[in-house]
C-alpha cells in the first residue's frame, strides 16, 4: 500500500446542506451498493450496519462534541461517519477499500467536518494524521485485526480519549473479563491495564448487511490517565503475562518458567518475592498481582543479566 491518499473539501469551497438520506437503513444500503456495482468484500470483514439505532448509539457513545476529534477505522460507504458527522466533530476515517472511495465521496462529501483517508489503520502514522492532539475513536472494527487494531492504537501511548469499538461479542467478553472467570486471559489484562473497558450493548447478526456469522457487541473504553498499576517497565510486565499465559491450564511454578528459561529454584524465590502462591493459575491473578511479579522480576532479571 502507498502512503494514504486523502479526499477532502478544498479550502473555501461551499459545503453542500445534509441531504443525505440516514445510510444506516437497509433499503439506502442495498441502493447504495447497487448504484456502484458493489459486493461487500469478505476478506476485508465488510459487514455494513443496517440499523440506525445502533449507528446512534456508538455515536452516542462516542460522547462527542464539535470541539473533538474522531478516528473511525474503516468507514465502508459512510454508515457511521455520517452519524459521526452530525455531531459536529472533526472526522478522520481511514478506509484500506479503494473501491469505497468513490462511494464516499457521494455518500459523506457533502460534511465539511469529514475526512477520508485511504490507507491501512495499520500502517497509518496516527500522530502525523491527527496533529497530536487528544482524540477519540469511533468505529465498526474489521473483526481479522480487532486485535492488532486496538493494540496499535494503545501501545503507542497516543493521546486517545476513549475507544468505543464494535467487536465479536466473544472478544468483548474477554476484553471486558474479570479474574477467576473463564474468558479472563491475557488480552483481558492489556485492555485493562490501559483502559476501563465495558461492554455497552450486544448486537443482532440482523443488524448488519450481510449478516456476519457471530454475535457482535459494542465495547466503550476509557483511557486510563495514569496506569492503574504500578509496574516499572511495561515490556517486562507484558512478557510476565504472556509467560503466565503460555501454559494456561498449568501453575504458575511451571508457566513463568518460560520468562526466558528460568529454573525451578528462580521461579519459587521469584513467587516468594512477589509473595504470589506458585500454586496458582494466572486466570486467577488480578492486575495488582501481575504488577507485583513484574517488580520482583526486576533484580532476578537482572541478576540473570550476562
Ligand atoms: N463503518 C462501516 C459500517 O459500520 O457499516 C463499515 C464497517 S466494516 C465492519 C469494516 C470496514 O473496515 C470495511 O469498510 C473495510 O473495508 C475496512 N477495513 C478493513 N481492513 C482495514 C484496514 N486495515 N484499514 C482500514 N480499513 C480497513
Given at each position: 500500500m502507498s502512503e494514504p491518499k486523502e479526499t477532502r473539501r478544498q479550502a473555501g469551497q461551499a459545503a453542500p446542506a445534509?441531504?443525505?438520506?440516514?445510510?444506516?437503513?437497509r433499503e439506502v444500503t442495498n441502493r447504495i451498493l447497487k448504484a456502484f456495482h458493489l459486493r461487500a468484500d469478505k476478506s476485508l470483514g465488510q459487514n455494513f450496519l443496517v440499523e440506525e439505532s445502533v449507528v446512534a448509539r456508538i455515536a452516542a457513545a462516542a460522547e462527542l462534541t464539535p470541539a473533538d476529534k474522531v478516528l473511525e477505522i474503516g468507514p465502508g460507504i459512510g454508515t457511521l461517519t455520517q452519524a459521526l458527522a452530525r455531531t459536529g466533530a472533526q472526522v478522520t476515517s481511514v478506509e484500506l477499500d479503494q473501491r469505497l472511495l468513490p462511494v464516499l465521496a457521494e455518500t459523506v462529501g457533502c460534511y465539511a467536518n469529514v475526512r477520508i483517508v485511504h490507507g491501512d489503520i495499520l500502517k497509518t502514522d496516527i500522530p502525523a494524521l491527527l496533529g497530536g492532539d487528544s482524540f477519540k475513536v469511533a468505529a465498526n472494527l474489521p473483526y481479522y485485526i480487532t486485535t492488532p487494531i486496538i493494540m496499535h492504537l494503545l501501545e503507542?501511548?497516543?493521546?486517545?480519549e476513549r475507544l468505543v469499538v464494535m467487536v465479536q461479542k466473544e472478544v468483548a467478553e474477554r476484553m471486558t473479563a474479570a479474574p477467576g472467570s473463564r474468558a479472563y486471559g491475557a488480552i483481558s489484562v492489556a485492555m485493562q491495564y490501559y483502559t476501563e473497558p465495558r461492554l455497552a450493548f450486544a448486537v443482532k447478526a440482523?443488524?448488519?448487511?450481510?449478516?456476519?456469522k457471530v454475535d457482535s457487541a459494542v465495547l466503550v473504553c476509557r483511557r486510563h490517565t495514569a496506569p492503574p498499576v504500578a509496574v516499572p517497565d511495561e515490556k517486562v510486565f507484558f512478557r510476565v503475562v504472556a509467560a503466565a499465559f503460555s501454559v494456561r491450564r498449568k501453575m504458575l511454578t511451571n508457566s513463568?518458567?518460560?520468562?526466558?528459561?528460568?529454573?525451578g529454584d528462580q521461579v519459587k524465590e521469584w513467587l516468594a518475592a512477589a509473595g504470589i502462591?506458585?500454586?496458582?493459575?494466572?486466570?486467577?491473578?488480578s492486575l495488582e498481582e501481575f504488577a507485583a511479579l513484574a517488580r520482583a522480576f526486576g533484580p532476578i532479571g537482572a541478576a540473570r543479566e550476562p
Open positions: 445534509d441531504v443525505q438520506p440516514t445510510i444506516a437503513r503507542q501511548g497516543l493521546p486517545l440482523g443488524s448488519f448487511l450481510p449478516a456476519p513463568l518458567r518460560h520468562m526466558g528459561g528460568l529454573s502462591d506458585g500454586t496458582r493459575r494466572a486466570e486467577t491473578l
